[in-house]
């Protein structure tokens, strides 16, 4: 298929749609209003359903029940909203079903702004809602990433009976790119038939019941046991992540995500014309997080400089992977303030000649 | 090489709509592009400005603070980013709606009355069009014929505006190709 000039979140309906999406709830939120907008229009083509629920609260427990019943299922929204959304998602992770989940961040906290940010960093890693569960989280740096990881992402969820999540910032909602479908995709896990969906039976089988309800300590105790080799096994096989410059010597190794990732990647061109030599780091899940991958990115580097739109959230999780071994320093626009390429390129001019310094002091 | 943009003027002006046929232009010309419009909270007759991407290599960063390329199409937006346009560079400016001259002295200026020509073609709202030609002409950052065949498609609804549009757009083109010979020529 050609490629096609899309808005990120057009390209991230699309991409629900060709992997078999057939069900969207959701609610209206700037900057991801495009994405209900175009489930609206093309789920009732494809036989699907889209609603517009009352509020997030309503859709995330639309999308609980939807889920239930096996069919793809599918929901976006942005930050606010995901914060409602919580509850739902909770109880959709600790009863084990499989939904995908967008995020297009705005700022924050409250209703914050409209513009692009990365502070839900770790609302998404983290927990969010309440309970000792994990999302799987996507993070892409350009539309064609994110129409690709959506698809993937239903794949993964329906692999691992988990609510997957694809965070995006603004920009990826809002910038068009051109993108890519491939008329037969095959998907990245092998799936198996939905046996425990309770779709209704007359007693030819067992029931199926959809539940997170465990008032025995003992089988709410096995339960957690379960859901964390669940998250084990994520760790082990799921990890995503992508480097930038690393094939050459470097002082500086910069960790960025999404969007600001791209960003860093042309400072990174420009610095070379300059004689600096600094890499790229990228975590593509940023849970799983890719800690083993970092640390032997880093092994080469001087120094580390995290770069995000929040005052500091990943930079937690590449401290846990580097354990001290390096100096990790910190380049943050908040607000909806975006960051250029030549405040990374001037962030790192500034590390290395300090780095340099101490080296010959 | 890498072409890159913003182009600025009031919300109503058609600015995102020629930043997305530029893009459109460029994919069909074979090129890797993106589009990056400003959403931030602003009404009609407000400011609206895109960030457009043409490159030969993929498209590292979509937000560009220093672009090679500034097109204004008011006066807001000649203060807004005069400064920022990389030296080397090219400012167009819209005379019809900007009565003041640009003070770099770094870059390259190319002086579009478009809504002028875009009214005498008789069709107004065609002033975005002279802009985008007047920068294809002095750029050739995409084919001409590639944005023509876009015009055709935009506006294929509305056959009645497409030659005014296409007039527009070549009557643009014909005023970056000269105002660029003429700096060539003054060795600018």
């Given at each position: 298929m050609a490629k096609k000039l899309m808005k990120g979140c057009e390209a991230i309906g699309e991409a629900a749609v060709k992997a078999g999406c057939k069900l969207f709830f959701g609610y209206p939120i700037t900057p991801q209003n495009e994405i209900p907008e175009y489930m609206a229009h093309r789920l009732p083509q494809v036989g699907g359903t889209f609603v517009q629920a009352e509020s997030e609260v309503a859709a995330s427990n639309m999308i609980y029940g939807a889920a239930g019943s096996g069919e793809r299922v599918f929901t976006s929204s942005s930050s606010p909203g995901i914060s409602l959304m919580q509850e739902g998602i909770s109880y959709i992770a600790g009863s084990e079903l499989p939904v995908v989940i967008v995020n297009i961040m705005r700022a924050g906290?409250?209703?914050?702004?409209?513009l692009p940010s990365q502070s839900d960093y770790f609302q998404a890693t983290k927990?969010?809602?309440?309970?000792d569960y994990r999302l799987l989280v996507l993070a892409p740096w350009s539309v064609q990433e994110a129409a690709d990881l959506v698809q993937d992402a239903f794949d993964l969820a329906d692999f691992y009976r988990n609510p997957v999540m694809v965070l995006g910032d603004g920009l990826i909602g809002q910038m068009m790119e051109p993108v890519e479908f491939k008329p037969e995709r095959t998907p990245c896990k092998p799936l198996a038939p939905k046996?425990?969906?309770?779709?209704?039976?007359?007693?030819?089988?067992p029931t199926n019941i959809v539940n997170s309800?465990?008032?025995?300590p003992e089988v709410l105790e096995r339960h957690n046991q379960k859901l964390k080799a669940k998250y084990d096994r994520m760790v082990r096989d799921e990890v995503r992540c992508a480097s930038y410059g690393t094939d050459r010597p470097y002082d500086v190794l910069v960790v960025a995500y999404g969007t600001v990732a791209r960003v860093s990647s042309t400072a990174l061109d420009d610095l070379r014309g300059e004689g600096v030599d600094a890499a790229l780091f990228r975590p593509i899940t940023l849970f799983p997080f890719p800690h083993a991958e970092l640390r032997a990115a880093a092994e080469k580097a001087q120094e580390v400089l995290v770069v995000e739109l929040?005052?500091?959230?990943?930079i937690e999780d590449v401290r846990l992977a580097l354990e001290g071994r390096k100096p990790i320093h910190f380049l943050g626009r908040q607000g909806g303030m975006l960051i250029s390429p030549e405040a990374v390129a001037e962030k790192v001019k500034a590390i290395q000649a300090s780095s340099a310094e101490v080296r010959r002091g | 090489m890498q072409n890159d943009l913003i182009i600025a003027g009031?919300?109503?002006?058609?600015v995102l709509l020629i930043g997305k046929m530029l893009a459109y232009a460029g994919m069909a010309d074979g090129k890797e592009v993106s589009w990056l419009p400003s959403y931030g909270p602003e009404m009609r007759g407000g400011t609206c400005n895109c960030t457009v991407v043409i490159s030969d290599?993929?498209?590292?960063?979509?937000?560009?603070?220093?672009?090679?390329v500034a097109m204004v199409m008011n006066l807001p937006s000649l203060e807004k980013y005069e400064g920022m346009v990389k030296p080397g560079g090219m400012v167009l400016v819209n005379t019809s709606l900007i009565n003041r001259t640009v003070a770099r002295t770094d870059v390259r200026v190319v002086n579009v009355p478009a809504n002028e020509i875009a009214n005498r073609l008789g069709n107004p709202r065609a002033a975005n069009m002279v802009a985008l030609g007047a920068y294809l002409g002095a750029?050739?950052?995409?084919s001409l014929e590639a944005v023509e065949g876009l015009v055709r498609e935009t506006f294929a609804s509305k056959p009645k505006v497409i030659d005014s549009n296409l007039a527009a757009l070549r009557e643009g083109y014909a005023l970056g190709e000269r105002e660029t010979a003429v700096a060539q020529e003054v060795g600018a």
């Amino acid at each position: 298929m050609a490629k096609k000039l899309m808005k990120g979140c057009e390209a991230i309906g699309e991409a629900a749609v060709k992997a078999g999406c057939k069900l969207f709830f959701g609610y209206p939120i700037t900057p991801q209003n495009e994405i209900p907008e175009y489930m609206a229009h093309r789920l009732p083509q494809v036989g699907g359903t889209f609603v517009q629920a009352e509020s997030e609260v309503a859709a995330s427990n639309m999308i609980y029940g939807a889920a239930g019943s096996g069919e793809r299922v599918f929901t976006s929204s942005s930050s606010p909203g995901i914060s409602l959304m919580q509850e739902g998602i909770s109880y959709i992770a600790g009863s084990e079903l499989p939904v995908v989940i967008v995020n297009i961040m705005r700022a924050g906290p409250g209703l914050g702004g409209i513009l692009p940010s990365q502070s839900d960093y770790f609302q998404a890693t983290k927990g969010g809602g309440h309970g000792d569960y994990r999302l799987l989280v996507l993070a892409p740096w350009s539309v064609q990433e994110a129409a690709d990881l959506v698809q993937d992402a239903f794949d993964l969820a329906d692999f691992y009976r988990n609510p997957v999540m694809v965070l995006g910032d603004g920009l990826i909602g809002q910038m068009m790119e051109p993108v890519e479908f491939k008329p037969e995709r095959t998907p990245c896990k092998p799936l198996a038939p939905k046996e425990w969906a309770a779709t209704g039976c007359s007693g030819d089988r067992p029931t199926n019941i959809v539940n997170s309800l465990f008032l025995d300590p003992e089988v709410l105790e096995r339960h957690n046991q379960k859901l964390k080799a669940k998250y084990d096994r994520m760790v082990r096989d799921e990890v995503r992540c992508a480097s930038y410059g690393t094939d050459r010597p470097y002082d500086v190794l910069v960790v960025a995500y999404g969007t600001v990732a791209r960003v860093s990647s042309t400072a990174l061109d420009d610095l070379r014309g300059e004689g600096v030599d600094a890499a790229l780091f990228r975590p593509i899940t940023l849970f799983p997080f890719p800690h083993a991958e970092l640390r032997a990115a880093a092994e080469k580097a001087q120094e580390v400089l995290v770069v995000e739109l929040s005052t500091g959230q990943m930079i937690e999780d590449v401290r846990l992977a580097l354990e001290g071994r390096k100096p990790i320093h910190f380049l943050g626009r908040q607000g909806g303030m975006l960051i250029s390429p030549e405040a990374v390129a001037e962030k790192v001019k500034a590390i290395q000649a300090s780095s340099a310094e101490v080296r010959r002091g | 090489m890498q072409n890159d943009l913003i182009i600025a003027g009031f919300g109503g002006q058609g600015v995102l709509l020629i930043g997305k046929m530029l893009a459109y232009a460029g994919m069909a010309d074979g090129k890797e592009v993106s589009w990056l419009p400003s959403y931030g909270p602003e009404m009609r007759g407000g400011t609206c400005n895109c960030t457009v991407v043409i490159s030969d290599r993929p498209v590292g960063s979509p937000v560009v603070e220093r672009p090679w390329v500034a097109m204004v199409m008011n006066l807001p937006s000649l203060e807004k980013y005069e400064g920022m346009v990389k030296p080397g560079g090219m400012v167009l400016v819209n005379t019809s709606l900007i009565n003041r001259t640009v003070a770099r002295t770094d870059v390259r200026v190319v002086n579009v009355p478009a809504n002028e020509i875009a009214n005498r073609l008789g069709n107004p709202r065609a002033a975005n069009m002279v802009a985008l030609g007047a920068y294809l002409g002095a750029t050739r950052a995409v084919s001409l014929e590639a944005v023509e065949g876009l015009v055709r498609e935009t506006f294929a609804s509305k056959p009645k505006v497409i030659d005014s549009n296409l007039a527009a757009l070549r009557e643009g083109y014909a005023l970056g190709e000269r105002e660029t010979a003429v700096a060539q020529e003054v060795g600018a």
